[in-house]
């Protein structure tokens, strides 16, 4: 693909698009080709052909926008985009304007990402030995607007977004592993050094100590997480397993066999657990505005089993100045609670001023979330009054769509933050 590697025009949907041109303002649009909407949009599964095929006409005008045709000014239009269009704009890249290569181009438009030959490569080159499925490519799009191109990185986070791990119940499939590591050390004593041994069976009954203050943080018993220790914990432990590995008898005895199959299903288990530690680190990697967050999982020790809290805090401005404003943001919090299933509330914060919208996956769940929050809310409002923050008024919403957290990671976040201004307007 060398010969694409030159920068060339883009289509940007940051702007409206203006197309000089001389056709009525009613023109065909494609939801594959979407430039505005709320995050509910979820990309949609149809091919470009088939949806431009079922496109409805719109009609849009750009006040003041003027061309210059002839030399003399005449107005111009601001009309929806079309995959005819995208196909267009492929072909003056010299891309080919395939139906794989249109979809990807919508979805970079839908996502707020530049249509340019130098981000169509990256964006290939990334997708290289990939299934090229649509969570690849949304992956391999978070990754370029935050200025990271590497096809391992997005080889590693797609398969974390694909397969949506979390934190809780990857701890928990550790600690059994553990305990199974360590009772295969007991069983096989006599296959190694007794000193070696003890220093292993304490180092692993420490760092399942250490594993357990993080599931309990949230039952008040626990230590503040912190991706980066938990990361560097995980690597430690995987040094420690590569050394006791090399210690350890060739495979024979049963009790050798048990050791090595305890040593087997812990490093997979260490492997997981590392994959979405670093994929929560990239998410939160600053970049543009629209994918400028901290994103991290939190092990919720108030439900049983253990699930999982999400959260997603928004930062202000762009690249490495960029800062969580506590005066100016969003916060995200996605969770699975034991009597209303999944919830996500969304808090946006302006000044001190609070807005609260709580959304909920099924109609009834809705109700009854709807009825507790009404019970709750003087107790929330003092709650947040101490720490000097005012509620201004609270929504809530069934939505399967927004209730989970990938649609506030995944770039439609641009079109988020329209739903999140109306609602500060309304507020």
Known sequence: MGEFQAEGGGIHPGKPIIWPTSKPTSVTSSSQAETTGSARNVPAQSSPASAASKAAPTQQAQAGAQATVAGKPAATIARALTVEDLRSHLLSLQLEPSDANTQLASLMVRNGLEISRSNFVKIMTMLQGSDKSQTMQEAAIVLLMKGIDSPAAAKMLGGVMSENPALAAQLSSLQSALGNLSSALGAGKALMDPSLLAQLTALLAQVDESFQNVSNKFSGKGELFKQIGALND????????????????????????????????????LDSLQQNLIAQAILSQKGRQEVNYHYQQI??????????????????????????????????????????????????????????????????????????????????????????FLITGYQVKVDPALCKIRPYLIPILANLDEVMRKIDLEA
């Open 299 to 388: 092990p919720n020790a108030m439900t049983t089993p253990h699930t999982t809290f999400e959260i997603v805090v928004k930062r202000q401005g762009e690249g490495k100045e960029a800062q969580v404003d506590p005066r100016n943001t969003q916060v995200v919090i996605a969770m699975e609670t034991t009597q209303l299933g999944k919830m996500v509330i969304t808090m946006i914060v302006k000044d001190n001023k609070v807005y609260v919208v709580f959304v909920f996956n099924e109609k009834e769940y809705g109700d009854e979330g709807r009825s507790l929050i009404a019970k709750q809310y003087g107790e929330f409002q003092q709650k947040l009054a101490d720490k000097n």
């Open 234 to 269: 995980v690597r430690a432990l995987k040094a420690l397993l590569q050394g006791l590995k090399e210690k350890a008898p060739a495979k024979g005895s049963p009790e050798a066999q048990a050791l090595a199959s305890a040593m087997a299903e812990v490093s997979g288990k």
